[in-house]
């Protein structure tokens, strides 16, 4: 290996390290700039690059059925404002893939690559995706694929990341890569694994008074720390109950703290064992007995008997 290209094997660690940080920090539920806040995550991805991220639902072959979610960003300062806003409506107009991915495929490991690879050699910017870029200078078009859970066969999540300083390298092959799966299941435990719309994923405000509840802020606390009436701040807490079915202060914290994914309860099996629904991919559930289960119990009968507001 020559210096130059250690030199790029370490820069690259370095942003795939950076990268990972970002997307543990994306929120654990839902929220209506989710998918802009994982596009801002993967926009480090090759150089000064535009990131979309789309979750929908296609047929095996590509054809887009419905898209819940777009998410657009960029890190290069030759991108205005009004090219993301082109660059959002035409993925939200999105209506084929161009190509076929194997839907069985997707749930064993996401599909990376090229556009053009994927395309088997045709140009990317002639196809749908290349549309979605329309006539912003780019480098290259670099996709991913990840299958939403199986709930769904055809729930996947769809990344697209276009250099504009630089080609797609391998090397941005290699970090999407690494750090997809992680986005799949950052967006498994935000989203769910069924498509449910976006009228029940929080607001701005909701997402605010969440985060201060997960402080142990009371309502008149998170009032006068957001300058609104604390009636205000009730209708906000009722309505976090309500979208994320939490029915509890103490669920509502687990769900926002994401110990408790989008569709499970915690719930009490017998008096000297407590089982706590397990995270997506977790082989099997946590049982407390014995000495820890009498220490733990009280904590968490209290959580769950709390008033919902």
Do not use: Y
């Amino acid at each position: 290996m020559s210096i130059e290209s250690g030199r790029e094997l370490q820069r690259t660690l370095e942003r795939t390290s950076l990268l990972t940080e970002a997307l543990c920090g994306l929120p654990a539920v839902a929220t209506l700039d989710w998918a802009d806040l994982a596009s801002e995550a993967m926009a480090s991805i090759g150089n000064a690059s535009i990131a979309v991220t789309i979750i929908c639902s296609i047929d095996g072959g590509g054809v887009i059925d419905t898209i819940e979610a777009v998410g657009v960003a960029s890190h290069s300062d030759q991108v205005e404002s009004a090219d993301l806003a082109g660059i959002r409506a035409r993925a939200d107009r999105l209506v084929a893939l161009g190509f076929a991915p194997e839907l069985d495929q997707l749930g064993q490991s996401p599909l990376i690559g090229p556009a053009e690879r994927l395309l088997g050699g045709r140009d990317w910017r002639l196809g749908p995706l290349g549309k979605v870029m329309g006539d912003i200078q780019v480098g290259g078009l670099l996709v991913g694929v990840g299958k939403l859970g199986e709930a769904e066969k055809g729930r996947v999540l769809m990344t697209l990341i276009a250099p504009t300083r630089s080609l797609v390298h391998d090397h941005h092959v290699q970090q999407l890569g690494a750090t997809l799966p992680l986005l799949v299941r950052r967006t498994l435990l935000a989203v769910g694994p069924v498509s449910t719309g976006t009228s029940n994923w929080l607001t701005e405000r909701e997402q605010q008074v969440l985060d201060q509840l997960s402080l142990g802020k009371s309502v008149r606390q998170i009032a006068d720390s957001l300058g609104r009436s604390p009636h205000t701040v009730h209708d906000h807490v009722k309505n976090l109950h309500r979208k994320l079915n939490a029915s509890s202060r103490g669920e509502l914290i687990a769900r926002a703290l994401g110990h408790l994914p989008r569709g499970t309860r915690i719930r009490h099996r017998g008096a000297d064992a407590i089982e706590i629904a397990p995270k997506p991919f977790a082989s099997q559930t946590l049982r407390l007995t014995g000495t820890e289960a009498a220490l733990n119990e009280g904590e968490v009968a209290r959580a769950m008997n709390r008033d919902a507001v």
